[in-house]
T-cell receptor, first 115, second 117 residues
Framework: GENVEQHPSTLSVQEGDSAVIKCTYS??????FPWYKQELGKGPQLIID?????GEKKDQRIAVTLNKTAKHFSLHITETQPEDSAVYFC??????????????FGTGTQLKVEL | GAVVSQHPSWVICKSGTSVKIECRSL??????MFWYRQFPKQSLMLMAT?????????EQGVEKDKFLINHASLTLSTLTVTSAHPEDSSFYIC?????????????FGEGSRLTVL
């Protein structure tokens, strides 16, 4: 099965700095890579995703890059703000034809943005 | 985005009792729902995949008689923790895939925190 590793487990940055979280996956058949933000006591919220036919995707201050050859993908947050503080999870899956998206999650990164 | 609602958001029960958690897709139909379990400061672990109108598929190590899953309609899946014990205390989260225009995105509920005394 798929195995997703995520680093670092904790990340502390100053407000306005950039934050980078990295993940590696094991199954070359995986073709969908979402990133989720989870605030304390809440469910995960999708912040950005990327598919295997794309190398990079950007949405305002958030970007994700994918290297299929190396089987790793990264989340980049620029101009960090205190409200970016949360736990971030990467995930990987092989989207099945006709539906069903069984995600394997990384271990999470606690991001703290300090004033 | 689409909304997935879980109820209750938190529940406390006595050891030996059963607890039911509901997961509803409010503005879309979901052929597939997933149930996860999350311990404090840990990742989400998939427990089972629930397909409307059929039996759930459980992940290895998850007791199907302990965690009963029912997906009776395209908008509702339920997880029942039977004969709950303190070690079942956890944060349970569901997610759902849309039927029409499915893009691969999963929508997550807000989670249900179970505490077994």
């Amino acid at each position: 099965g798929e195995n997703v590793e995520q680093h670092p487990s904790t990340l502390s940055v100053q407000e306005g700095d950039s934050a980078v979280i990295k993940c590696t996956y094991s199954d070359s058949a995986s073709n969908y890579f979402p990133w989720y933000k989870q605030e304390l006591g809440k469910g995960p919220q999708l912040i950005i995703d990327i598919r295997s036919n794309v190398g990079e995707k950007k949405d305002q201050r958030i970007a994700v890059t994918l290297n299929k050859t190396a089987k790793h993908f990264s989340l980049h947050i620029t101009e960090t703000q205190p409200e970016d503080s949360a736990v971030y999870f990467c995930a990987a899956s092989n989207i099945l034809t006709g539906g069903g998206n069984k995600l394997t999650f990384g271990t999470g990164t606690q991001l703290k943005v300090e004033l | 985005g689409a909304v997935v609602s879980q109820h209750p958001s938190w529940v406390i029960c006595k050891s030996g009792t059963s607890v039911k958690i509901e997961c509803r897709s409010l503005d879309f139909q979901a052929t597939t729902m997933f149930w996860y379990r999350q311990f404090p400061k840990q990742s989400l672990m998939l427990m089972a995949t629930s397909n409307e109108g059929s039996k759930a598929t459980y992940e290895q190590g998850v007791e199907k008689d302990k965690f009963l899953i029912n997906h009776a309609s395209l908008t509702l899946s339920t997880l029942t923790v039977t004969s709950a014990h303190p070690e079942d205390s956890s944060f349970y989260i569901c997610s759902a895939s849309t039927v029409a225009g499915w893009t691969g995105e999963l929508f997550f509920g807000e989670g249900s925190r179970l505490t077994v005394l």
